[in-house]
């Protein structure tokens, strides 16, 4: 019987290629578990997020959940093929919200791999990445671009 991997075998450092898409299996819907409970959590009060009354009078028709929930729900759903046997998260950069998402949006996750470099040690190297997310009408929601230091398999497998 063989070695039981903790993660996957395919997502090492050298498994990605430059130029990579991947659209990401799994798609989460926004509710008030995921807008209104985490919102809270980090003190955004703001009326967009919580005041149904209010915002129903808008041009939107209805809350908005956090751009900050929005961003972490498309990254955790990259990050099962992106960053499994990720050894640290190094940058989060150019984020843009593009789109408003509503409660009981449903988002979806894409990746593309931008970028790869060696790391100072030989069992890791630098893997970049342009994730973005798109709601149930392929509307982008979310774009950002993410380093991660990835375990080189020659260092990590038997």
Do not use: C
Not at 17 to 23: E, K, N
Not at 128 to 133: E, N, V, Y
């Amino acid at each position: 019987m063989g070695q039981a991997h903790l993660t996957s075998t395919n997502s090492y450092y050298e498994d990605f290629t430059i130029g990579d898409v991947m659209r990401h299996a799994r798609g989460k819907t926004i509710g008030d578990l995921e807008n209104v409970m985490i919102t809270n959590m980090v003190m955004n009060t703001a009326a967009g997020h919580f005041d149904e009354h209010f915002m129903a009078q808008t041009p939107f028709g209805g809350r908005l959940s956090f751009g900050g929930v929005n961003l972490s729900v498309v990254v955790g759903l990259a990050s099962q093929d992106t960053s499994e046997n990720a050894l640290a998260e190094l940058r989060m950069d150019k984020l843009r919200l593009r789109n408003p998402v509503m409660h009981g949006d449903t988002l979806y996750a894409y990746s593309e791999v931008l970028g790869k470099t060696d790391g100072d040690d030989p069992s890791s190297g630098e893997v970049t990445f342009r994730h973005w997310g798109v709601n149930q009408n392929d509307k982008i929601v979310v774009e950002v671009e993410r380093t991660v230091l990835i375990k080189k398999k020659a260092h990590w497998l038997p």
